[in-house]
Nanobody, 125 residues
Framework: QVQLVESGGGLVQTGGSLRLSCVAS????????MGWFRQAAGKEREFVAR????????RYADSVKGRFTISRDNAKSTVYLQMNSLKPEDTAVYYC??????????????????WGQGTQVTVSS
């Protein structure tokens, strides 16, 4: 079992920045890859970013590449999502997720085994 708790969401103006955090417990943090997804109202949950167990490999959705950065601190059991140059279309509930054993596609919801409760990010125009 892995428990995930996100924080750091809020209201920000277009062009602003936020940093999301996700603290994990229940399993050795360095043994799991981590991802961030988001879900806007009325839409499906979509992939945002992923980081490998030791942080050496990072993947991003095209829509956030160059603006968002995923990182992790295994000593603190925490994964971060630094979001810069935010746009109104980034408005969504953001979820962190843990991937115990890589199966096929890191960008799909079904790849991940555990999820946090989500944190709301709202970008005003």
């Amino acid at each position: 079992q892995v428990q995930l708790v996100e924080s750091g969401g809020g209201l920000v103006q277009t062009g602003g920045s936020l940093r999301l955090s996700c603290v994990a417990s229940g399993r050795t943090f360095s043994s799991v890859a981590m991802g961030w997804f988001r879900q806007a109202a009325g839409k499906e949950r979509e992939f945002v970013a992923r980081i490998s167990k030791m942080g050496g490999t990072r993947r991003y959705a095209d829509s956030v590449k160059g603006r968002f950065t995923i990182s992790r601190d295994n000593a603190k059991s925490t994964v971060y999502l630094q979001m810069n140059s935010l746009k109104p279309e980034d408005t969504a509930v953001y979820y962190c997720a843990a991937d115990i054993d890589y199966r096929s596609d890191y960008s799909t919801v079904s790849e991940y085994d555990y999820w946090g409760q989500g944190t709301q990010v709202t970008v005003s125009s």
